[in-house]
């Protein structure tokens, strides 16, 4: 899934971008933020439904077109395209006023008495335009990425547009439509209109409609193309279909400026129902390709990578795949939950004599490997003779024995009943201190990235201590189906430490099915306590997979 860059990786970054990284790689102060990476172009297809909101009644079409989209950061992306599009319309009620029909057409209808027409019409458009698309949801707080990307459109397009009228039939006369039933329903008189039409002689779009040329005035000449800007505004969706391949769905409206014409018929013209510009609408399906990044099917296969671990900024290459696609809270998000390059004060999270009390919490820092240590890091003296407890051969001596030797024996003599007796001493005490729990995601019995980590570092401190007896508890027990699920959670733990962590399943006591919080399992010094390492599963039938 998308959504995680490997900043570090310096081959996404140009030239002029290095001095940046190196600094931010080094962990300079002058440099804390990474450079952008060099991120894919995107070149797309598309198409769809194209109608045109203008004078006349309906006026359907479609479009096609071209798009290359490259991202500005994170949020914000261009895209320059370019589309043809094909309307036609045909109103389903006689136009009473001549004028706006071309010269030629205007007095071929006037001649014949005739002061009615219908407006039909076919307009051909190329439309360049240059759009900035805003990403609204790639930035998430609280997950990775979605594989669905929503955005708003805004942007210019510049509409050339060729219209002509159907409005003479094949021999140059006008249509007299004195036979069509204008009272019916738009079904019907479509119909009458079409089969009119075919009887003399199809519809041609013989006559160049006319247009308002630039200076403000009419132009009645035919076939004239006209220029005219536009705003669009829209809004879409992109779903991720692979590395490479995305599919998009937007709708956009083109407002023109000051145009009434592309429909060959013009409001101030004529007593019409209808006012203002002509505008444009499209619904489109777009295929999207990214261009330069690399299949992740070969890419795993080369590096025997896995697939769900894998993020499209960790591939090889120079490019990585186009910012919208990417959280950018990715990076700094996970830099906190698994530290790799934060620079930390020294001794932040270091345990330099490994003792399991961290170095600023430790008072005795130098402790040496092996030596019971209390909860601030110094040597634990029992008996209080001067003589810390991993050198006393002597634990416990009493204070009218003082002072001790080196050794920590001291003065009084052995009773003469005891003389012969061979004392053992006791095993050393467990010094572990507090252990962590583990957190486990509801109704899983699965280890999280985050659980590793913190099984990682109870690890060092476990084998730190090798006298200590460790308690492995869960909680949950008010059903057979909570008690496997315990079973499961101290089992997954257990495993980790055993199988990765090399760990003895002799230092463990399996607990399970504790009053607790149901979805936590606690490390605990158990020093002393016997219990098994290992019991079978509770209700087998129950057991967890996830």
């Given amino acids: 899934m998308a959504g995680g860059i490997d900043y570090s990786d310096s081959s996404k970054y140009s030239a002029k971008k290095m001095a940046q990284y190196n600094e931010w790689a080094n962990g300079l102060a002058s440099s804390p933020f990474p450079p952008k990476p060099r991120d894919a172009w995107q070149l797309g297809v598309f198409g769809g439904y194209a109608p045109m909101f203008g004078d006349i009644n309906t006026a359907d079409g479609w479009n ?25 319309g045909l109103s389903y009620e006689p136009f009473g006023n001549l004028r706006n029909l071309p010269l030629e057409a205007r007095q071929k209808y006037e001649l014949a008495g005739l002061r009615n027409y219908v407006h039909n019409f076919e307009s051909e458009m190329l439309i360049p335009s240059v759009d900035l698309l805003f990403s609204l949801n790639n930035i998430m707080f609280h997950r990775k990425q979605s594989n669905y990307n929503y955005y708003l459109v805004a942007g210019y397009s510049a509409v050339i547009y060729e219209t002509n009228l159907e409005v003479l039939d ?17 079904k019907d008189i479509k119909d009458q209109l079409e089969s009119y039409y075919d009887s003399k002689g199809g519809q041609n ?11 403000n005035n009419l132009n009645d000449a035919e076939g004239d193309r006209s220029l005219r800007h ?10 991720r279909l692979g590395d490479i391949v995305t599919l998009s769905a937007e709708f956009k409206y083109t407002t023109m400026w000051s145009e009434d014409w592309v429909d060959g018929y013009a409001v101030g013209l ?36 896995d697939e769900m671990k894998t993020d499209l900024g960790q591939f090889p290459g120079k490019r990585v795949a186009p910012l919208w696609m990417h959280n950018p809270l990715a990076g700094p998000y996970g830099e906190l939950a698994n530290p790799t390059r934060m620079n930390m004060p020294k001794g932040w999270l270091e345990d330099s004599d490994t003792d399991g009390v961290l170095d600023q919490f430790d008072l005795e820092p130098n402790t040496p490997a092996g030596a019971p240590v209390d909860t601030r890091g110094r040597t634990r003296d029992t008996d209080g003779d001067g003589v810390p407890d991993y050198l006393d051969k002597e634990l416990i001596t009493p204070t009218s024995c003082f002072p001790v ?7 009084c003599p052995d009773p ?29 019995s699965g280890l999280s990235s985050s659980a590793t980590a913190i099984l990682d570092a109870a690890a060092e401190q476990i084998k730190a201590n090798p006298n200590c007896k460790i308690c492995v508890v869960g909680y949950g027990g008010s059903s057979k189906r909570e008690q496997q699920l315990s079973w499961d959670r101290v089992n997954s733990v257990i495993n980790y430490l055993y199988e990765n962590k090399g760990i003895s399943r002799d230092r463990f006591v399996f607990k399970y099915g504790e009053a607790g919080d149901a979805n936590t399992v606690d490390l605990q010094d158990c020093t002393g306590e016997e219990g098994p390492n290992n019991v079978p599963p509770p209700h087998p039938q129950y057991r967890s997979t996830k």
């Fill in 405 to 411: 030797n080196a050794d920590g024996i001291g003065k």
């Fill in 230 to 239: 536009a705003m669009n505004l829209g809004a879409g969706v992109e779903r």
């Fill in 416 to 444: 003469e009943c005891c003389s012969k007796i061979v004392v053992t001493p006791p095993p050393p005490a467990c010094n572990i201190g507090s252990l962590p729990s583990v957190q486990f995601a509801s109704g899983k």
């Fill in 270 to 305: 004529a007593n019409a129902y209808t006012s203002g510009n002509d505008n444009l609408f499209s619904a489109n399906i777009g295929v999207n390709f990214n261009l330069g990044l690399k299949s992740r099917k070969k890419f795993l296969q080369q590096s025997g990578k």
């Fill in 64 to 88: 096609a077109g071209i798009s290359a989209r490259k991202s500005i950061g994170y949020v914000v992306s261009i895209r320059p395209s370019i589309q043809y599009r094909k309307v036609s």
């Fill in 170 to 186: 094949a021999q140059g006369n006008p249509y007299d439509y004195a036979g069509v039933n204008f009272g019916g329903k738009r």
């Fill in 205 to 215: 779009y013989e006559t160049g409609a006319t247009i308002r040329a630039r200076r």
